[in-house]
Structures are given as C-alpha cells and as structure tokens.
C-alpha cells in the first residue's frame, strides 16, 4: 500500500519477515483483529513528532481528537512521548490511549 500520509503510517512485519504497511494504524488494527492467528515479530507506527521515523506501537501513546484529522477518518495520530501527547490534547481536545487501550476501544466501534 503506498502511504498517503506518513504521519499516520504503520507497518507489521511477521515472524517470517514478511512487512505489511498500512495507511493508517486502525486499519493494521483491523488487519490483526482478521487475521487474529498470524505470528508477528513488530507493530510499529510513525509519529506526530517525526512522521517518517517508526516506533513500537508499544511505546506509543494514541489521541483521537476530531481535531486532527487521519486519512481513515477515525482521527488518530500516534506520539512517541506521553508528554507531547498530552501537550496537543491540551490544544485539539480529544481523548488518549495506550496500544492495548486502542484495540479495545477500536473494537467495540464495529
């Protein structure tokens, strides 16, 4: 898939190497939720601070804020830190979360 918008961005690589890259982390989110049984070695998606570097998905804090708008419409944007996270909470309103937050909160939107 090629990546519109690099701020939104991320990519699943599996155990066996192979990358998945996706427009959005709501959709790579979508993507393990169907293919709950696939082995992966990383989950990593880019960053508000820096869009065209990667991080764990792990290590992310997520806003969704009607603010800042992504390409699949669902509004989210990762950060690398917890404190910038806050700091555009401040400014754009919204509501964050961890990665396993997200999942939860993603799912029940179905």
Request: with cysteine; glycine share 2%; net charge negative.
């Amino acid at each position: 898939m090629t990546i519109v918008d690099k701020i939104h961005g991320s990519e699943l690589v599996t155990d066996k190497g192979k990358v998945f890259k996706f427009d959005a982390v709501e959709c790579m989110v979508n993507y393990l939720m169907d293919n709950s049984e696939m082995k992966t070695s990383l989950l990593l998606t880019n960053y508000y601070e820096e869009p065209t570097e990667l991080i764990s998905v792990f290590d992310a804090t997520f806003l969704i804020s009607e603010n800042l708008p992504s390409p699949m419409r669902a509004n989210l944007t990762a950060f690398k830190t917890a404190q910038k996270a806050n700091e555009i909470l401040l400014a754009k309103s919204g509501k964050l979360y961890t990665w396993e937050e997200l999942k939860v909160h993603l799912k029940e939107q179905l």
